[in-house]
C-alpha cells in the first residue's frame, strides 16, 4: 500500500447510512488480508479478515472483498453508527521469503466520520 | 493481562537520550511484533520475535533500534541517541499463532523527541 502522508483519505456518511472503504494492495503474492480499525489513541483493533482462495467474508456488520485481479480489498459497514467513527486501515501479508508468520504491510488509512 | 501492555504510554526524550519501551504480550502468544507508526500513516514492520527467537529485524530503521524477548514472553525496544525523525507511536502486537493470523495490538508507546 501506499503511504499518503498526512492526507488521509476521507469519508463522511450519516447514521445508518452502509459505508464502504476501498483499498488497493501492492503485492500479488499477498494471501492474507485483515481490516483494522483505530480509534484515537489507541492501537489497531481487528475487523475482518479474507484468506486469497475466498472472494467475500461476512462478519457482524461487516463485509470483505477481495478482488485479486485487481489488487483490490474493500471493507463494507452496514448500518454505521457514530462509534464506527475511526482510522480504517487494510494490511496484508506478503508471504514472500518466509514471511508465512504474518508480517503484516498496511495500507493507507481512511478516515471514516459519521454523523448522527 | 487481558490484553497486550505497552509503557509508558508517553515519554519525551530529548534528543541524543536512549529509551526503552516495554511489551507485555498476551499470555501465551508465541509471536510478538514491534511496529513504527508516524502521524497520520500506517504502522510499519519493524522487527519479529517467535518466542525468544528475533526471525526477522529487517524493518529496523538503523542499528541505534534494538529490541529483545530474552525469556519469550516480555518485549523491550530500545533506541539509543534518540533522533528527532523517531518521533512516533511505537505499537506492538502479539498472537498465538506462528503462521499469518490475528494480531491483538496494544495502544502503543508515543515517543516525542525534543
Known amino acids: 500500500g501506499e503511504s499518503v502522508g498526512l492526507h488521509l483519505p476521507t469519508l463522511s456518511v450519516q447514521e445508518g447510512d452502509n459505508s464502504i472503504i476501498n483499498c488497493a494492495y501492492s503485492?500479488?503474492?499477498?494471501?492474507?488480508f485483515i481490516w483494522y480499525k483505530q480509534e484515537s489513541g489507541k492501537g489497531p483493533q481487528f475487523i475482518i479478515d479474507?484468506?486469497?482462495?475466498?472472494d467475500k467474508r461476512q462478519g457482524q456488520r461487516v463485509t470483505v472483498l477481495l478482488n485479486k485481479t485487481v489488487k483490490h480489498l474493500s471493507l463494507q459497514i452496514a448500518a454505521t453508527q457514530p462509534g464506527d467513527s475511526a482510522v480504517y486501515f487494510c494490511?496484508?501479508?506478503?508471504?514472500?521469503?518466509?514471511?508465512?508468520?504474518?508480517?503484516?504491510?498496511f495500507g493507507q488509512g481512511t478516515i471514516l466520520t459519521v454523523h448522527p | 493481562g487481558a490484553g497486550v501492555s505497552q509503557s509508558p504510554r508517553y515519554k519525551v526524550a530529548k534528543r541524543g537520550q536512549d529509551v526503552a519501551l516495554r511489551c507485555d504480550p498476551i499470555?501465551?502468544?508465541?509471536?510478538l511484533f514491534w511496529y513504527q507508526q508516524a502521524l497520520g500513516q500506517g504502522p510499519e514492520f519493524l522487527t519479529y520475535?517467535?518466542?525468544?527467537?528475533?526471525?526477522?529485524k529487517s524493518g529496523l530503521p538503523s542499528d541505534r533500534f534494538f529490541a529483545e524477548r530474552p525469556e519469550g514472553s516480555v518485549s523491550t525496544l530500545k533506541i539509543q541517541r534518540t533522533q528527532q525523525e523517531d518521533s512516533a507511536v511505537y505499537l506492538c502486537?502479539?498472537?498465538?499463532?506462528?503462521?499469518?493470523?490475528?494480531?491483538?495490538f496494544g495502544e502503543g508507546s508515543r515517543l516525542t523527541v525534543l
Open positions: 503485492n500479488s503474492a499477498s494471501d492474507y
Open positions: 479474507i484468506r486469497s482462495n475466498m
Open positions: 499470555s501465551g502468544h508465541v509471536s
Open positions: 520475535f517467535q518466542n525468544e527467537a528475533q526471525l526477522d
Open positions: 494490511a496484508e501479508n506478503p508471504n514472500a521469503g518466509g514471511t508465512s508468520y504474518g508480517k503484516l504491510t
Open positions: 502486537a502479539s498472537s498465538f499463532r506462528t503462521r499469518a493470523g490475528e494480531l491483538f
